[in-house]
Nanobody, 114 residues
Framework: QVQLAESGGGLVQAGGSLRLSCEARGIIHSINAMGWYRQAPGKQRELVAT???????VYADSVKGRFTISEDKAKYTVYLRMNSLKVEDTAVYYCNLQGWVTYWGQGTQVTVSS
């Protein structure tokens, strides 16, 4: 069983920065990619950024140039550096691991105030 431990969410003013972390814990047989999704109130969950084990990254258009995803393979950890945050970035951010099975974290709240 794999658990994804997220941290780093919080309240920040518009224009500020946050860094999210997600550590995969447990018996991990296979990882194809890890990443972050978000869900704002009343909206569907959407992709924010992913990174494959080969280092290929994918970003949502809305965060390109502001967010950076990175990983520490030795620690089974993925990070999301969020700069120039906007009010519309407010959401619950979920960590995601894609392998033989897809796993989700519990979510961490990011609130950006104007």
């Amino acid at each position: 069983q794999v658990q994804l431990a997220e941290s780093g969410g919080g309240l920040v003013q518009a224009g500020g920065s946050l860094r999210l972390s997600c550590e995969a814990r447990g018996i991990i047989h296979s990882i194809n990619a890890m990443g972050w999704y978000r869900q704002a109130p009343g909206k569907q969950r959407e992709l924010v950024a992913t990174i494959t084990t080969g280092g290929t990254t994918v970003y949502a258009d809305s965060v390109k140039g502001r967010f950076t995803i990175s990983e520490d393979k030795a620690k089974y950890t993925v990070y999301l550096r969020m700069n120039s945050l906007k009010v519309e970035d407010t959401a619950v951010y979920y960590c995601n691991l894609q392998g033989w099975v897809t796993y989700w974290g519990q979510g961490t709240q990011v609130t950006v105030s104007s």
